[in-house]
């Protein structure tokens, strides 16, 4: 434990300002799996897409990509942050290892999405924490925003086939 709190420090000595690469270091991670995450304040993905595409109810959703063009396809053309972190992935249609998941969550402007933790719940299946930091207990926005996390996954076993993701006990299931 003393020795991951001290690596901890160094790397984010050695990457200030990088704040995808922190967070992934603090999340709970199965050691076969490599994973980079990145916060994006507002809606990359387009029209269809989104969590703003589905029942009013449902406040998290979520959506997997495992090509670039794919991915491509489903952000929106202003979505620059978002297009640098895909084109940094080497997708497995592609030729490479990684799938890209998407999570999204209506909340208040205040919110801001970190990845807690991943865990496996079966095989070929993975769990994703997300945690809402920025605000405490629940809140009820009057008028909500979209907050989005966008998560790499290189898994040693190969492509997950199942992902669950979940935000303050609201979960979205996808299939990779």
């Given at each position: 434990m003393y020795r991951r709190a001290v690596v901890a420090v160094a790397v984010s000595a050695a990457t200030a300002g990088c704040v995808d690469r922190l967070h992934d270091l603090a999340a709970s991670t199965p050691r076969d799996l490599a994973v980079r995450s990145r916060y994006v304040d507002g809606n990359p993905l387009a029209d269809g897409q989104s969590v703003l595409s589905r029942p009013a109810e449902l406040i998290t959703h979520a959506a997997s990509f495992r090509s670039t063009a794919a991915a491509r396809s489903a952000l929106r053309p202003g979505a620059a942050e978002a297009r640098a972190f895909v084109d940094a992935t080497a997708f497995v249609d592609d030729g490479g290892e990684a799938v890209l998941v998407a999570a999204q969550r209506l909340t208040v402007p205040e919110v801001e999405l970190r990845l807690g933790a991943i865990s496996r719940t079966g095989d070929r299946s993975l769990r994703i924490a997300?945690?809402?930091?920025?605000?405490?207990?629940?809140?009820?926005?009057?008028?909500?925003?979209?907050?989005?996390?966008?998560?790499?996954?290189?898994?040693?076993?190969?492509?997950?086939?199942?992902?669950?993701?979940?935000?303050?006990?609201?979960?979205?299931?996808?299939?990779?």
């Open positions: 997300v945690d809402r930091i920025g605000v405490r207990g629940d809140v009820e926005p009057d008028d909500p925003v979209v907050k989005t996390l966008l998560v790499r996954l290189t898994d040693e076993r190969g492509p997950p086939k199942r992902i669950v993701v979940s935000i303050d006990g609201d979960r979205a299931g996808v299939t990779v």
